[in-house]
């Protein structure tokens, strides 16, 4: 516990900094402007009439953000248009920093790098992926050897290969293959007024589906009148797919009515006729990808490969699915089991975070337990170690940042789906998704477990008996509607005693610390009383009176 909560200081002053030697550093100014898109990006500012443009960069391509910035600045030329760069996002870089952005009153966001493609609900966004080789012709000699050529396949990739998603079709077709589906990421994200939305946008997109409808439970009605019927009808989300070969708009919704499509990761595929789960999978890109994690853990009965591009070799991915799954049943019994919940907030910019809060705290409140909705930025080990009260925590994050390495963290960290299942869908049938949103879909009929509780009269008791796999022991739970009810309402109660008032604050952080053995310095009466005494001068790196030790 002491190598989490505290480190040598030796360590941080002759730690190695380890350097990525990204082969981006030997790119020309040509190859920037090409892998980087500059001219489509120009395209769509120009297009669309942007004046504050804000550059969001990953950690290991800020190295070209100067220029990439003047390149946009020299070609846009002077026309009351600034360019801004993002440093240093607020949450992981995969998502897009809506909040960063607002800061300096942009009016538009290029995101770079790789992307979680969480749907965003604030600014218009142009993504640019970058651009990586990959030889086809390896690719689908490999993939001939190890499946055969009616097998139902579908393809996904790391982003950086998205610009080469119609020549992998092609290939595919080429050599014989006949199920299959290569996914689709989006590359252009548009958040407007209605009474803004440009007319070049709008002439070719459908504007209904799942990305508009954020409540997603009237979307025939939406459809139907061409509107948003359950969220602000003064919004207007478009999701666009533009070819980055040639820079032409092929502009089609992601969840368009006309055609049978479905989202998968934030990618979009061609719906099979068969189920999802007799398809194969196959990942094209590195190992340590976090959404091929998601997809094994998804998918975790489906068979999975990768190419990898290094080697040119297909493998099957194994994730010791079993262990893996294991682990996180472990945490939901952990959760069944806590008493004080820290919500953290991971993400500012993930649509409906907001609402997956409230269904948390509602969660949490429902089951007669207490809660903290705690913000701390870019989540790690030590900040959530300062709360020590709180027996576990949920972490609201994108689905690529989603599930974190418990080992490292002094209480649990959770997905929401996980708290879900912990405290309101009983029975796991082992169906996993780090996808905060698939929550509402799940219980858009189904109803509430606490709701029925909640229909008991004054008199009755809410009594649960449950076998704790954690204590390895019984709990029973019994506690009075009228108590759960005195308890929800507020934290502060003001008590009458006689002529006096006794002001009672009931917090989880106060029990916490009545509970504890050491609750810092206590004067005792037979405590000799001393004057103060001057302490040390100096810094920490060296005090005045530390001599040489």
């Known amino acids: 516990m002491s190598l989490i909560l505290s480190s040598n200081e030796r360590d941080v002053i002759e730690r190695t900094v380890s ?12 190859d920037v402007y090409y892998t980087y898109e500059v001219d489509r990006t120009i395209e769509v500012i120009k297009k669309n009439g942007f004046k504050r443009i804000a550059l969001q960069l990953p950690d290991e391509l800020l190295h070209l953000s100067y220029q990439i910035s003047s390149t946009l600045k020299n070609k846009l ?29 942009a009016d538009f966001i290029v995101h770079y790098g790789r992307a979680c493609l969480s749907s965003t609900d604030r ?41 080469i998603k119609e020549d992998i079709e092609k290939s595919m077709n080429s050599r014989g293959f006949t199920k299959f589906s290569v996914s689709q990421v989006p590359t252009e994200t548009f958040v407007f007024s209605k009474k803004d939305t440009p007319s070049s946008l709008t002439s070719n997109t459908t504007k209904c589906g799942t990305d508009c409808c954020r409540t997603e439970l009237n979307k025939d009605d939406c459809c139907e009148t061409n509107s948003c019927s359950t969220c602000d009808t003064n919004t207007q989300i478009i999701n666009t797919t533009v070819s980055p070969t040639n820079n032409t708009s092929s502009s089609s919704s992601h969840t368009s009515t006309n055609t049978n499509t479905t989202k998968i990761f934030g990618r979009t595929i061609t719906t099979p006729s068969f189920p999802l789960n007799e398809c194969t999978f196959l990942w094209i890109g590195k190992s340590d990808s976090p959404t091929l994690l998601n997809v094994l853990m998804t998918y975790n009965q489906s068979k999975i ?13 194994k994730l010791p699915t079993n262990k893996s799954i294991m682990r996180r049943y472990h945490l939901i019994e952990r959760a069944k089991d806590a008493q004080v919940f820290g919500i953290v907030v991971g993400t500012l910019g993930v649509s409906r975070y907001l609402d997956i809060i409230e269904h948390s705290k509602k969660l949490i409140t429902d089951s007669h337990r207490k809660y903290y909705v705690i913000v701390v930025g870019k989540l790690n080990e030590f900040k959530l170690a300062n709360f020590s009260e709180i027996d576990i925590f949920v ?19 959770i997905t929401p789906f996980e708290l879900d299942i912990a405290l309101n869908a009983g029975l796991w049938t082992g169906d996993y998704t780090t996808d905060f949103s698939s929550i509402f879909e799940h219980h858009k009929n189904a109803p509430v477990e606490s709701e029925k509780k909640d ?4 008199e009755e008791e809410v009594e649960g008996i449950r076998y704790s796999l954690i204590s390895q022991s019984i709990v029973s739970a019994k506690t009075s509607k009228t108590k759960i009810e005195n308890d929800q309402s507020s934290s502060t109660q003001i008590v009458p005693k006689g002529e006096q008032t006794l002001i009672v604050y009931d917090s989880p952080a106060a029990q916490f610390l009545a509970n504890r053995t050491y609750k810092g310095l206590d004067l005792t009466d037979d405590a000799p009383i001393q004057l103060a005494e001057e302490g040390r001068r100096g810094i920490a790196k060296g005090y005045q009176n530390e001599g040489n030790t």
């Not at 801004?84 to 920093?97: E, K, N, R």
């Not at 972490?395 to 649990?412: G, I, T, W």
């Not at 229909?455 to 004054?458: A, C, F, H, S």
């Open 77 to 105: 030329g002077k026309d009351n248009i600034d360019v801004f760069i993002l440093g240093d996002t607020s949450y992981g870089s995969c998502c897009v920093d809506e909040i960063a952005a607002s800061h300096v009153g």
């Open 395 to 413: 972490l609201v994050a994108c689905p690529e940042n989603s599930l974190v390495d418990n080992k490292k963290y002094y209480r649990p960290v």
């Open 19 to 30: 350097v990525n030697n990204n082969n981006d550093h030997n790119l020309s100014e040509g």
């Open 455 to 458: 229909e008991l009269t004054n």
């Open 305 to 317: 490969l990768r190419f990898d591009v290094d080697t040119a070799k297909i493998q099957e991915e």
């Open 123 to 163: 600014l218009p966004v142009l993504y640019v992926y970058g651009k990586s080789h990959l030889n086809i012709a390896l690719l689908t000699d490999e993939l001939q050897k190890v499946v055969t050529l009616d097998a139902p396949l579908l393809i996904f990739y790391d982003v950086e290969y998205a610009h």
